[in-house]
């Protein structure tokens, strides 16, 4: 597709609803002064989108950008089929689960298809923030213990619940540090942490778990979870080592904790070989909190979890969501799973993924600034530094090179403790003539960001 033409044409001059059209110097003043203060906006000089279609978005002119970092459209910006699953139940019902309903239950039914046996009971939420809530409930419920282990740098969603558990929140700014009930354990980054041997890191790895799991114990806290992404997101787009799960789960489980995968950014075949990525470590969570490609953008999670943790919570207290497991938003879901098997999105993952990862690792080749690839299926990281030897991280390069591919009519953005990792993750329909496009625009910027190393 090409990236300067649109497929009809350059939006008209009205918005839904009959709202006026705005420059984008006026929406940034209106936004400075009714909007929520905190907001940021993406990139040096905002794009004001207005459309949005595959793997692609579309500005207020009519450029396409190819979206290389939005994992939320799972199977593409407004899938036809999944728009249409959605207006065809609007237009019928939309109520809460206190009435029946067949696509309630045809969705627990489908999702807890796809996932180990002993995962069979689902709740559904309106996020993944609101999943990692409930699932917090949930661990308190079954095992009465307050202590929690997180991995460094990780965010596990906005609520204050999980600001509390998130590093990347609450080591960051305005944060207020590590509440007490909560242990920290090193990111297992096998490229810049303590321990850089592929053999032996995840028992290292591992063993940082158990320390933690240690220091909650000399302080009379006694473990209740282990809350761990089943790839690194915030952390830096970092593939867990081999063997760190099990030994991790084994530690908290030997404590009497139970242990949580938050596939919220991850799941649904975006790891290529595995639909959930916890699958590639061979371990089943007690706990599995989802979001955000649920439902392709709609606002949907979900907690899934085993018959025996769901009965602890059946303590009178009845657990009631007005809006999570509506029948539009379980249309649209269902609407996804479709599309995911219909359109073999978990294979184009795969597939794609490597031909993406192949063609990095050609470029490191002749870059001195790529450090590291990592990744697997769409879920991957480029990390960026100003001397190969040292591993020092360039976070002026990263910035340098998003902004040049976004002039480029691509999009990403950076993570990791450094803010100096490409992210790369869009939606599942990447095909490999896009990944082409943007290893050959990679390689033009590349060229113009030298390494200092």
Known sequence: MSSDVTRSGPPSQSVPGGAPVRSI?????????????????????????????????????????????????????????????????????????????????????????????????????????????????????????????????????NLSSLIDLSPYKFNGKGGAGKPAHVEVAAMPDIYRGACRDATDAGRHYAAAVAAAVSRLAERAIPTGVFLCESLLGCGGQIV?????????????????????????????????????????QGVVPDILTLGKPIANGHPMGAVVTTPEIAASFVSGMEYFNTFGGNPVSCAIALAVLDVIADEQLQQQAASVGAFLQSGLRSLQKDHAQIGDVRGCGLFLGVEIVRDREARTPDRAAARAIVESLKERQILLSTDGPDDNVLKIKPPLVFSRDNAAEFLDKLAEVLAQVPAEG
Not at 248 to 264: I, P, Q
């Open 25 to 157: 110097s006026e929406l940034l003043g209106l936004r400075a002064r009714h909007l929520n203060p905190t907001l940021s906006v993406s990139y040096r000089e905002p794009l004001k989108i207005v459309r949005g279609e595959g793997a692609y978005l579309f500005d207020a002119d009519g450029r396409a950008y190819l979206d290389m970092v939005n994992n939320v459209c799972h199977v593409g910006h407004c899938h036809p089929r999944v728009v249409a699953a959605g207006q065809r139940q609007m237009a019928q019902l939309n109520t809460n689960t206190r009435y029946l309903h067949d696509h309630l239950v045809e969705y627990a039914l489908r999702l807890t298809a796809t996932l180990p046996p002993a995962l069979s009971v689902v709740f559904l939420t309106n996020s993944g923030s609101e999943a990692n809530d409930l699932a917090l409930r949930l661990v308190q419920a079954h095992v009465r213990a307050r202590g929690t282990v997180v991995v460094d740098h990780a965010y596990h969603g």
């Open 240 to 280: 867990l080592p081999d063997g760190y799960l099990p030994a991790a789960y084994a530690a908290v489980r030997a404590a009497g904790g139970l242990c949580l995968a938050d596939e919220v950014q991850v799941g649904f075949g975006r790891a290529g070989e595995h639909f959930w990525a916890f699958e590639r």
